[in-house]
Each structure stands twice: as structure tokens, then as C-alpha cells.
């Protein structure tokens, strides 16, 4: 593909629902990256996978949240029991080695 | 502990030059990243500095001074369309490892 793609684009959920966000990083890409982006804040790391290496979970905020990397290629990010406070953008980024990370278009989720 | 600063806004006329500062603290480093992203998009690559000096690309340049933790992004002949919020990131200690960001400038550019 031509770039990374996330989705859904925006999700909106109840409090105390799971919620799945999907990436497909830019292929041969080794390194994929999830941030969130909350208003008024920078982009905050979450979980990084690199090749077959265990993935660097020390971004997560909680135990609520987990990811996973199928193949070497798609993520899931996975939130689970949804609270308020996890409203934000999720972006998914992508790099080859220690160039540049593109990021894709994010995803919107809304936690009523 | 981790800390990226920058101002939170800017505003300059079209023509003009502007300078967007930015100072670090980091527990390790392996290169500073500049970003662009415009409302409800996501960011853009702008330009990467490891070692100490000047980078330059068109009508954007980059420059870093690691001793003094410090960077700039200077952005010249300014356009309306280089209104947007502008991303120090700081790569840690490993190469390939993620980014630590600054909370963003956000730039306006008016006529």
C-alpha cells in the first residue's frame, strides 16, 4: 500500500466496552509504533514491535490495554472495559530500521 | 526523567521567517525529529538531525546543538498553507525505538 492505514477512522463506544483499532503499516516495514493523542497533549508512546523481537509494552497506561502483531505486518490495539479518559486519537506509525516513522491518519475514538 | 519543550503558539505573516525553539532532557539520545501536522491529519515527517549542526531542505531547516539540548526549526518565505501544529520528537538511546514528543507549537500564518 502507499502509506500506513488505520481503522476505523472514528469509533464511538460505551463506557466499559472493548474496543479493537486496526493498522497496516507500510510494507517491509519492520518497526510499527502505537501513540495516542489527547487534546492539548503531545503524542504519548504506547507499545512498539520491532521484527520477531518482544514487543516494548512500556507505554501502556494500564492492564486494560494490550496489543498484538499478526505475521509481522497488521496490529491490533485493544482496549478493554473503555473509561472516558481514553478518549483520543490513536495513530499507528510505521519505520524501516531507524529511518523516519510515517504515521497514519489516526483513529478517533469517543467514550461516552 | 523525559522532558521536550516548545511554545505552544506562534504567529507570523505570510513572507516572513519564524523559528521554532526547542529544548530537551532526555535519558539517552539518537536523534531529534521534526514533524508537521495540520488540524485532523496526521504528522508529517519534516526533518531529522543527529549531529550538531544545520540541516537544510527547501524553505524549512533544522538545526541542533546536543550539548546545549536544544533544537530549532526555521520555516522561511512562509505560506498560508505552513499553518499548523509543528512536533519536536526525541529518538532514546536505541536506534528503531519510538519517539518522545514535545506537546507541539502551533503555528498561524496570516496575510
Known amino acids: 500500500g502507499a502509506g500506513v492505514s488505520q481503522s476505523p477512522s472514528n469509533k464511538v463506544t460505551e463506557k466499559g466496552k472493548d474496543v479493537e483499532l486496526r493498522c497496516d503499516p507500510i510494507?517491509?516495514?519492520?518497526?510499527l509504533y502505537w501513540y495516542r493523542q489527547s487534546l492539548g497533549q503531545g503524542l504519548e508512546f504506547l507499545i512498539y514491535?520491532?521484527?520477531?523481537?518482544?514487543?516494548?509494552k512500556s507505554g501502556l497506561p494500564s492492564d486494560r490495554f494490550s496489543a498484538e502483531r499478526t505475521g509481522g505486518s497488521v496490529s491490533t490495539l485493544t482496549i478493554q472495559r473503555t473509561q472516558q479518559e481514553d478518549s483520543a486519537v490513536y495513530l499507528c506509525a510505521s519505520s524501516l530500521l531507524d529511518n523516519e516513522q510515517f504515521f497514519g491518519p489516526g483513529t478517533r475514538l469517543t467514550v461516552l | 526523567g523525559q522532558n521536550i519543550d516548545q511554545p505552544t503558539e506562534m504567529t507570523a505573516t505570510e513572507g516572513a521567517i519564524v523559528q521554532i525553539n526547542c529544548t530537551y532532557q532526555?535519558?539517552?539520545?539518537?536523534?531529534l525529529f521534526w514533524y508537521q501536522q495540520h488540524a485532523g491529519e496526521a504528522p508529517t515527517f519534516l526533518s531529522y538531525n543527529v549531529l550538531d549542526g544545520l540541516e537544510e531542505k527547501g524553505r524549512f531547516s533544522s538545526f541542533l546543538s546536543r550539548s546545549k539540548g536544544y533544537s530549532y526549526l526555521l520555516l522561511k518565505e512562509l505560506q498560508m498553507k505552513d499553518s499548523a501544529s509543528y512536533l519536536c520528537?526525541?529518538?532514546?538511546?536505541?536506534?528503531?525505538?519510538?519517539?518522545?514528543f514535545g506537546k507541539g507549537t502551533t503555528l498561524s500564518v496570516s496575510s
Open positions: 520528537a526525541v529518538r532514546g538511546y536505541q536506534a528503531g525505538t519510538a519517539l518522545i
Open positions: 514491535f520491532q521484527g520477531n523481537s518482544a514487543p516494548d
Open positions: 532526555t535519558s539517552g539520545f539518537n536523534g
Open positions: 510494507s517491509g516495514h519492520t518497526a
